[in-house]
């Protein structure tokens, strides 16, 4: 009897199923449908079933058996979060990396003492889970409290999560303790300055989305057949990007990896590695980095987010990336449809070469914002650098996925736009960097299936990423 493991990722386009033959370590089938969230998920969830069904009992007949199903969801938006920190450059930066590494999306920060407007604009926000940080362990109380009573004495009513100096836990606890609130305490984002203590944090948001994900996003059916929906998509991403780069004690990985996911709506780059600064003579400015770090560009993206990307590039870039094709194409109008239009599929050959432009400037802009930059300062010692953020100059591989990038005929040409170049001078984007594409749209599943089968997953991606 074969033991299949089926993975399902219920996507903001696509609700897509994985099948895993857990006694050969292969995929076996795989299929998808258009997530129909604004109906009942169910929809979609039953036409991409029955198909893999179908394509299972003619591979197999009757023998083999469903043994695990997981899930991850990205519908309706994601999971989004709204974060409160003390200041900007620390405790609230370092809430929203530590959210965006839980595989959440981050719509608003606030700092310091929130006011009357603040409150009311929060109150309005579409989220799911507010972040209260603020505060190193011994340091600053006075913000942190006051922002917890202005939370209680509001009319949000959302999970809050706690996040800042431990050395106030008790008084915070006691202003939530008979309020309307479900609240978590998690150990401080930031215990010391400029260190991030992250890990805490995005187990407790992972477990309030597994907790609230059903009533939240409109899937109380999919339990049915889902045993769990584990975590958020980019989460599931990030953590095949974690295998895939680390390997498990049994396997070894293939290096330090940086994944570029373009989407519809955005623009997800993950990096796995330390980034440090490499020579003594590079000091690191501001919050150390995260292992695995993800950024998401809320202004990149294929379809519902393509004005933003008109309007955060150049037309002078746009031509160049088209190249000769670009007078037959209306520039600002093949945009606009598409944010109009996000089931657009591109067939004709202008249209897949301006996807083929929308998607390298996707890569080249969402990287150079992940990647770290140099600085130079000039000191009677003499010339000495700054490093903010990851040093990613070392980086093995670059990893597309995605669907422009998944069915593009020369994915090579729009990952190379990850890579440093001259004129970037500071930057520290990757060097010498190779590329693989996630072909069959793997990295979700895998990530999935690494909770419970790490080596199987990683056997798995290593066969199936195709180096371009």
């Given at each position: 009897?074969?033991?299949?493991?089926?993975?399902?990722?219920?996507?903001?386009?696509?609700?897509?199923?994985?099948?895993?033959?857990?006694?050969?370590?292969e995929?076996?089938a795989?299929?998808?449908?258009?997530?129909?969230?604004?109906?009942?998920?169910?929809?979609?969830?039953?036409k991409?079933?029955g198909?893999?069904?179908?394509?299972?009992?003619?591979?197999?007949?009757?023998?083999y058996?469903?043994?695990?199903?997981?899930?991850?969801?990205?519908?309706?938006?994601?999971?989004?979060?709204?974060?409160?920190?003390?200041?900007?450059?620390?405790t609230?930066?370092?809430?929203?990396?530590?959210?965006?590494?839980?595989?959440?999306?981050?719509?608003?920060t606030?700092?310091?003492?929130?006011?009357?407007?603040?409150?009311?604009?929060?109150?309005?926000?579409?989220?799911?889970?507010l972040?209260?940080s603020?505060?190193?362990?011994?340091?600053?109380?006075?913000?942190?409290?006051?922002?917890?009573r202005?939370?209680?004495?509001?009319?949000?009513?959302?999970?809050?999560?706690?996040a800042?100096?431990?050395?106030?836990?008790?008084e915070?606890?006691?202003i939530?303790?008979?309020?309307?609130?479900?609240?978590?305490?998690?150990?401080?984002?930031?215990?010391?300055?400029?260190k991030i203590?992250?890990?805490?944090?995005?187990?407790?948001?992972?477990?309030?989305?597994?907790?609230?994900?059903?009533?939240?996003?409109?899937?109380?059916?999919?339990?049915?057949i889902?045993?769990?929906?584990?975590?958020?998509?980019?989460?599931?991403?990030?953590?095949a990007?974690?295998?895939?780069?680390?390997?498990?004690?049994?396997?070894?990985?293939?290096g330090?990896?940086?994944?570029?996911?373009?989407?519809g709506?955005?623009?997800?780059?993950?990096?796995?590695?330390?980034g440090?600064?490499?020579?003594?003579?590079?000091?690191?400015?501001?919050?150390?980095?995260?292992?695995?770090?993800?950024?998401?560009?809320?202004?990149?993206?294929?379809?519902?987010?393509?004005m933003?990307?008109?309007?955060?590039?150049?037309?002078?870039?746009?031509?160049?990336?088209?190249?000769?094709?670009?007078?037959?194409?209306?520039?600002?109008?093949?945009?606009?449809?598409?944010?109009?239009?996000?089931?657009?599929?591109?067939?004709?050959?202008?249209?897949?070469?301006f996807?083929?432009?929308?998607?390298?400037?996707?890569t080249?802009?969402?990287?150079?914002?992940?990647?770290?930059?140099?600085?130079?300062?000039?000191?009677?010692?003499?010339?000495?650098f700054?490093?903010?953020g990851?040093?990613l100059?070392?980086?093995?591989?670059?990893?597309?996925?995605?669907?422009?990038?998944?069915?593009?005929?020369?994915?090579?040409?729009?990952?190379?736009?990850?890579?440093y170049?001259?004129?970037?001078?500071?930057?520290?984007?990757?060097?010498?960097?190779?590329?693989?594409?996630?072909k069959?749209?793997?990295?979700s599943?895998m990530?999935?299936?690494?909770?419970?089968?790490?080596?199987?997953?990683?056997?798995?991606?290593k066969?199936?990423?195709?180096?371009?």
């Amino acid at each position: 009897m074969i033991e299949v493991y089926l993975a399902i990722d219920f996507g903001s386009t696509y609700t897509k199923l994985t099948a895993i033959n857990l006694n050969d370590r292969e995929i076996i089938a795989s299929t998808k449908a258009l997530t129909t969230v604004e109906i009942d998920v169910m929809q979609g969830f039953d036409k991409a079933y029955g198909e893999l069904l179908d394509i299972l009992a003619n591979k197999f007949g009757r023998n083999y058996i469903i043994k695990y199903r997981n899930a991850c969801s990205s519908a309706a938006g994601g999971l989004k979060i709204v974060a409160v920190g003390l200041v900007p450059d620390l405790t609230t930066e370092a809430t929203k990396i530590a959210a965006l590494s839980a595989g959440a999306r981050v719509i608003k920060t606030y700092a310091f003492a929130l006011s009357d407007s603040d409150i009311e604009e929060i109150e309005n926000l579409d989220y799911d889970i507010l972040v209260l940080s603020g505060g190193t362990n011994g340091g600053n109380r006075e913000y942190i409290l006051k922002n917890a009573r202005k939370i209680v004495e509001s009319k949000i009513i959302k999970t809050v999560i706690v996040a800042g100096n431990e050395y106030v836990q008790d008084e915070i606890k006691e202003i939530f303790k008979n309020s309307k609130f479900e609240f978590f305490m998690s150990e401080n984002v930031m215990p010391v300055v400029n260190k991030i203590n992250a890990e805490n944090l995005r187990e407790i948001i992972r477990e309030v989305f597994m907790k609230n994900i059903v009533k939240a996003k409109g899937m109380e059916n999919v339990q049915k057949i889902v045993e769990n929906i584990i975590m958020p998509t980019p989460a599931a991403v990030m953590k095949a990007a974690e295998i895939l780069s680390d390997g498990t004690e049994n396997i070894e990985g293939i290096g330090n990896v940086l994944v570029v996911d373009i989407g519809g709506a955005t623009t997800d780059v993950h990096s796995i590695g330390k980034g440090l600064p490499k020579t003594n003579n590079i000091q690191l400015k501001g919050l150390e980095e995260p292992y695995s770090k993800r950024t998401v560009e809320g202004d990149l993206g294929m379809s519902y987010s393509s004005m933003a990307l008109y309007e955060a590039t150049t037309l002078n870039k746009i031509r160049a990336y088209l190249g000769r094709k670009e007078s037959k194409i209306s520039i600002k109008d093949s945009f606009k449809y598409r944010e109009q239009n996000p089931n657009f599929i591109a067939v004709q050959e202008e249209d897949l070469l301006f996807n083929e432009m929308m998607a390298m400037i996707c890569t080249e802009i969402a990287t150079n914002r992940h990647a770290g930059v140099l600085e130079c300062i000039y000191s009677p010692m003499g010339t000495i650098f700054s490093q903010s953020g990851k040093d990613l100059t070392d980086i093995k591989y670059i990893i597309g996925t995605g669907g422009v990038i998944a069915n593009s005929r020369n994915p090579q040409k729009i990952l190379e736009l990850a890579l440093y170049k001259e004129e970037d001078t500071l930057s520290l984007k990757p060097k010498y960097a190779k590329f693989l594409v996630d072909k069959e749209y793997i990295l979700s599943a895998m990530g999935l299936l690494s909770k419970d089968f790490p080596d199987i997953a990683l056997e798995i991606m290593k066969k199936n990423m195709i180096e371009v």
